[in-house]
């Protein structure tokens, strides 16, 4: 086998939840040879800890500061150093390493992310809320800085793979595939009875919470269709969403002469980070093997907008242009936390941030100023407010 020119100094943004898990697990079961550099976590000090002695980086952060104490002491004489708070986590996405793997859940990724574009790394994105909020000026940062943005997202995975950039002109569809979540079958009227058990139950994966409430909604795909319009230019009336519950085919590109090249695998997210890791070349590790005898049939279905109304929210947000993505990306953060707090009721989610946009169209300015990021903040922060206010009402009816 030839060498593969394979990232040897790397970090892991949100090394302590799903997506970070599986990226350590990945380097762990291909035994690769590498250079943690620097893990963060959110809140999850334990976990955090036992993964900085296995990986021995240079720095681990915990972005909770009343954790530091707790992780110096679980890291006492081990050499590692610990720092906590924000920016202590966007330094370690800025410090040298190669290889970035950005898997921070909501906006709290955009920061480091952007850090990690700017200092011209290499970066693994899954954390698809940075680029919902601010695509354009990230992917400008990226190139600009000579690194890369490669998609770890299971759908933009797959279409990196099949779609040839020198063809884009010739692409016709990006046709985006979705598990339909837990509530594919259920009624309008079980929906709105659904409860948070119910909803964080994923068919096919065990992800973070925020994600698993975004799959139950179908906002999950929203925000994947806003990222796919940014990372591939796309328009997004040449974006489609099916429903294909097996989760086997991942998206799909179809070119104008009738051609569709779609990409498979099992549902996994191990092979998208291994191909994020490892691109142009190809990880080799004892990857689960697609068995398409035993996975059965495939099947594929429109998605009921009437079940899914993030759907169409997402796609006028993208439509919208300016600040409109952010806005709804923070009203929406805010109502899954709403109502995983159970504060709100299931169908709540898609109304708070419907409702959020409409009294920021009246009042705010949702288009873009100068500088884009700074205006993803603001925009991020004001959406929060009001999205607050419509939880508030609606806990309150
Ligand atoms: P998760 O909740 O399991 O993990 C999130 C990580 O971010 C944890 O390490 C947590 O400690 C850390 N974190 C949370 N808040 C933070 C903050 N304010 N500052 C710094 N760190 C913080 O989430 P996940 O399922 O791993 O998803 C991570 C990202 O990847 C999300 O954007 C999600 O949409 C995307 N994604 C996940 C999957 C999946 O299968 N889990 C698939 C595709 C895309
Ligand atoms: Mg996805």
């Known amino acids: ?27 762990e079961q291909a035994g690769v040879d590498i250079e943690v550099i620097g893990l963060t976590a959110g ?78 790394a290499v970066v693994a994105l899954a954390n698809k809320e940075s680029l919902v909020c601010a695509g354009p000026s990230l992917l400008r940062t990226a190139k600009l800085a000579g690194g890369a943005v490669i998609p770890v997202d299971s759908e933009h ?33 079980e929906m709105a009875n659904a409860t948070l058990e119910q909803a964080l139950a ?5 992800m973070g919470a925020k994600i698993s409430i975004d799959s139950a909604t179908m906002m999950n795909k929203g925000l994947e269709v806003i990222e796919a319009a940014y990372l591939f230019s796309m328009p997004p009336e040449r974006i489609e969403v099916l429903v294909h519950p097996q989760q086997i085919i991942h998206s799909m590109v179809e070119y ?8 498979l695998g099992p549902p996994d997210m191990r092979p998208p980070i291994a191909c994020a890791f ?11 093997k697609l068995d398409l005898v035993t996975a059965g049939p495939l099947t594929f279905q429109h998605p ?24 709804m990306n923070a009203a929406n953060e805010r109502a899954v936390s709403a109502f995983l707090d159970r504060r709100i009721r ?21 288009s873009t100023l100068n500088d884009a990021v700074e205006s993803a903040r603001q925009t991020d922060a004001a959406a929060r407010r009001v999205a607050d206010e419509v939880v508030g009402d609606l806990a309150a009816a």
């Open 278 to 288: 490892a691109w142009p070349d190809r990880l080799s590790w004892p990857a689960p």
């Open 1 to 27: 086998m030839g060498t593969l020119n394979l990232p040897r100094k790397v970090s892991v943004l949100g090394s302590t939840g799903s997506i970070g898990v599986s990226t350590l697990d990945l380097f």
């Open 157 to 189: 995975s797959a279409i990196f793979q099949v779609l040839d950039p020198a063809l884009a002109e010739s692409v016709s569809r990006l046709i985006l595939t979705s598990s339909g979540g837990p509530f594919r079958n259920a009624t309008r009227e």
């Open 43 to 120: 809140r999850n000090v334990a976990r955090l800890a036992e993964q900085a002695l296995r990986w021995r980086p240079q720095v681990a952060v915990i972005q909770d500061e009343s954790l530091l104490p707790e992780l110096r002491e679980r890291l006492k004489g081990s050499g590692i150093r610990s720092e906590a708070g924000d920016q202590a986590v966007a330094d370690v996405a800025a410090a040298d390493a190669q290889w970035v793997m950005s898997a921070i859940v909501g906006f709290a990724g955009l920061a480091p992310t952007l850090a990690a574009a700017r200092a011209g």
């Open 256 to 263: 104008a002469d009738g051609s569709t090249l779609a990409q």
């Open 346 to 366: 299931f169908l709540d989610i898609p109304n708070v941030v419907a409702e959020t946009l409409e009294r920021m169209d009246r009042t705010a300015d949702l």
């Open 304 to 327: 009921d907008p009437a079940k899914f109304p993030a759907l169409s929210i997402a796609k006028q947000a993208l439509q919208a242009g300016g600040q409109a993505p952010a806005a």
């Open 202 to 206: 994923h068919p096919n994966f065990s």
